[in-house]
């Protein structure tokens, strides 16, 4: 198949290219624009953990039905002084005209605020309203064209009314704290609504792609000018990102189309298909170059007069290169994509939701960075010919040609990574103990790993929607909301008797806030201890769900979301464990011929992954560093963030896994002995993996820039596996415990080496490449 490839890319350079560019246009105005019909942010959701299925979200479906299609619009506004009655007169008449004409505008429902009339604040309804301080007051408007009737989601028109309606109202709203500056000259305002969170979240997410990228592509340019020595190879692994960026946005806005994204899930996709297109086109090029200066020593040299490469498109010596190039590290970037894309389409396996979102986002990423690798990166560089191997200007400047030369990607069989290999291989033990304690302890505050699930927190401290929902949390206890819900199906005495006596009785309960009928359901709304994320909360709502409640009863909130998020994760784990690992184990297995190997490989992985994660709870759940990073500690990792965290980390590590693998054994199967194929593997496989993780790490650390919280934890989270696992693992680990196996690496059983040597897969493919007639391969 990589044979076939190879004739193609070659052969039809022009034509790949030309088809990706109108690929990418094409895709990319899709996601803008979506062709007059919303571009892919309009078509994001801020963010739920709730899971399809569940006990809290089928609690939530009841609530919402019970609700109606209303939509509360609240004006939250401040720098007022309420505290004398003088002032709170001087209030009414000012917000009598707003009253009058919010009452009267179309699809107004109801119009509650604690200056209706004078003397009204003495009310304990109004007195809600007003914070504890006196020093603001809410207006809360009810939206709800159809009154109490429950609309199909399927009636569009009556979609629009209502869009137009609370848009008209939020307008109305936010002139308020101006007219009110004749009596208080310091009043502002917040207007909120759940559309107006979710747009926050939405424009933060496209702030933070952006700043991201800007931040990464310079420093992955500059890193990428220091491994080829020059702007033109550097060039290529750009060339790559911005066409798989462009065609994952497209795909994401195609895969909206037919299933709910979230604004995490664009980072996730976008942070991924950014850094692994880089890292797969660096290999590619890197790869490339080398066959062309191993040509060049072996007397290939270019027969041009100034003894420069010469620039015709598929000379024998470029279709060569190639060709060995797409069968090489092409069938490397191949098992590394399909490694990772198994991974995260494990996700899917665990649930609905945002799992299956991110785990589809992410497979179709993968697929499209391993397309530009093997595809258009080659037809690039077959267009470009031998002038990529080049000197650029750069290697003649003093001093700095010297060290381009020295950290260059086209390195000899010695150098600093073989003396690496053999200072391993004089103490293997020492090593091996060494980065075992190491790992150990960066991964003991794991131990401690608590997982929310938040909306509204995760934006900046600064943002209105968040400076709202922190004021109503504190200063508004009546109306901020509750920390579990508890829906019954039934009313009367029996079901009154059930909450007062056995349900506010329950540890962990501090009060019932409120209790009311509808439509056959009793809704009871709970005051928990501790935060409404935390454990305690947690235990609470676990109590009240062991209860053996009268009729079917449902309890609802963030803790409850958090325990049934974690319940669908525990679910699914063995199967996408099992998954993921049987897959690893066989793709290994086929690159290598080794049983050993894989098992190796997926022990060293998750330790490197306990120990990426163990950094994570340090930092953002125990707050170490808030101030560096700017945010907030929330007192845990938000739960989409560990799960996706823990699955593409698992495919990056075993990325780095199959790059220094696939040398080694290249090397193995020439002849060599363990401890030669392991020093030459690593020497030829050492820089490019340390340059591709420093990209990676670039790429990652340029989203932590961002202010989502989610954004910085996944951002930090991968950095952070990456580059312990291109240092500690794959430089010292990996060759220590190869040393201390020796040739029982390379053991499998007599049947599969007869059925491995049967295939294909056991042959060396930079041999079998080298054989290949370049001229069978003609232009047109």
Excluded at 321 to 327: D, E, G, P, Q, S
Excluded at 523 to 535: I, K, N
Aim: hydrophobic fraction near 50%; charge should be negative.
């Amino acid at each position: 198949m990589l044979a076939w490839l190879a004739r193609r890319v070659v052969k039809d350079a022009w034509f790949v290219v030309i088809t990706w560019v109108v690929l990418s246009t094409a895709l990319a105005i899709t996601a803008l624009t979506g062709w007059g019909g919303g571009g892919l942010f309009s078509r994001l959701e801020a963010g739920s953990a709730s899971i399809p299925g569940t006990e809290s979200a089928t609690g939530q479906q009841v609530l919402d039905s019970l609700a109606g299609d209303s939509v509360p619009v609240t004006l939250l506004v401040r720098g007022v002084d309420l505290k004398g009655t003088e002032h709170r007169e001087r209030i009414v008449p000012a917000l009598a005209k707003v009253h009058e004409e919010l009452a009267a505008m179309s699809g107004v429902e109801k119009v509650v605020d604690p200056f209706l009339s004078p003397g009204a604040l003495a009310t304990p309804a109004a007195q809600a309203l007003v914070s504890k301080n006196l020093d603001s007051f809410l207006i809360v408007v009810t939206v709800n064209p159809k009154a109490a009737a429950v609309v199909p989601a399927t009636d569009t028109e009556h979609s629009r009314r209502l869009d137009d309606a609370v848009d008209a109202v939020e307008t109305r709203l936010m002139r308020v704290p101006g007219e009110l500056h004749d009596v208080e000259p310091s009043a502002t305002g917040i207007v909120s609504h759940k559309q107006l969170v979710t747009d926050s979240i939405t424009n933060q997410t496209r702030k933070d792609l952006v700043t991201g990228e800007m931040i990464a592509m310079p420093v992955a340019l500059m890193i990428m000018v220091l491994v080829f020595g020059g702007l033109l190879a550097a060039s290529m692994p750009l060339v790559g990102a911005l066409a798989s960026v462009a065609c994952t946005l497209g795909a994401l806005y195609l895969l909206s189309l037919g299933t709910p994204l979230q604004s995490f899930v664009v980072n996730i996709a976008s942070v991924l298909g950014l850094g692994l297109s880089i890292d797969y086109a660096l290999l590619m090029t890197s790869r490339y170059r080398e066959e062309l200066a191993r040509a060049y020593d072996a007397g290939n040299l270019p027969d041009a007069a100034d003894g420069r490469p010469p620039a015709r498109r598929r000379d024998p010596l470029v279709v060569s290169c190639m060709t060995t190039t797409i069968l090489t590290a092409g069938r490397t970037v191949v098992f590394s994509a399909v490694t990772i894309a198994i991974s995260l389409f494990g996700l899917s396996l665990m649930g609905g939701g945002i799992l299956r979102s991110i785990g589809l986002a992410g497979a179709v990423v993968v697929l499209i960075a391993v397309a530009a690798a093997v595809t258009l990166i080659p037809a690039v560089l077959v267009l470009l010919g031998q002038r990529v191997a080049r000197p650029s200007v750069l290697e003649r400047v003093p001093l700095l040609g010297g060290l381009l030369h020295r950290i260059g990607d086209v390195s000899r069989e010695r150098g600093v990574f073989a003396a690496l290999a053999r200072w391993v291989h004089a103490r293997p033990w020492t090593i091996l103990t060494a980065c075992l304690a190491v790992l150990t302890v960066l991964a003991l505050p794991v131990l401690r790993l608590h997982t929310i699930s938040s909306t509204v927190e995760q934006l900046p401290a600064d943002s209105s929607q968040r400076v709202y929902a922190q004021t109503l949390s504190e200063d508004y206890p009546a109306v901020a909301g509750q920390d579990a819900t508890v829906i019954i199906r039934g009313t009367g005495e029996r079901i009154s008797a059930f909450i007062n006596d056995e349900v506010a009785s329950l540890p962990g309960v501090e009060a019932v806030l409120g209790q009311s009928s509808a439509e056959g359901f009793t809704v009871v709304h709970l005051d928990l201890t501790g935060d409404e994320a935390s454990t305690a909360a947690e235990r609470a709502v676990s109590a009240i769900r062991a209860l053996k409640a009268p009729a079917d009863m449902w309890v609802t909130g963030q803790a409850a979301d958090q325990i049934d998020f974690r319940e669908t994760v525990d679910h699914g784990l063995p199967l996408t464990l099992g998954a993921i690992l049987v897959a690893t184990f066989v793709l290994l297995f086929l690159m290598t011929g080794s049983l050993l190997i894989p098992v190796k490989a997926l022990i060293v992985n998750a330790l490197s992954l306990a120990a990426s994660m163990g950094v994570l709870v340090w930092v953002f759940q125990n707050g170490h560093g808030s101030g560096l990073l700017g945010f907030t500690p929330l007192g845990g990792l938000e739960t989409a963030v560990v799960v996706t965290a823990a699955t593409v980390g698992f495919g990056l590590a075993m990325d780095y896994e199959v790059f220094l693998l696939a040398r080694i054994t290249e090397y193995r199967r020439t002849g060599r002995d363990n401890d030669t194929s392991v020093e030459l593997g690593l020497q030829r496989s050492g820089r490019v993996v340390t340059f591709a993780a420093l990209i990676m790490v670039a790429v990652f650390l340029g989203f932590v820039s961002g202010k989502l919280i989610a954004v910085k934890e996944i951002g930090l989270a991968l950095a952070v596996i990456v580059a312990l696992d291109a240092s500690i693992v794959r430089m010292l680990l990996v060759p220590a415990t190869m040393t201390l196996l020796g040739e029982w690496n390379w053991w499998s059983p007599c049947w599969l080496q007869r059925l491995l040597a049967g295939s294909d897969a056991d042959a060396d493919p930079a041999s079998t490449a080298r054989t290949t007639v370049p001229g069978s391969v003609t232009a047109d």
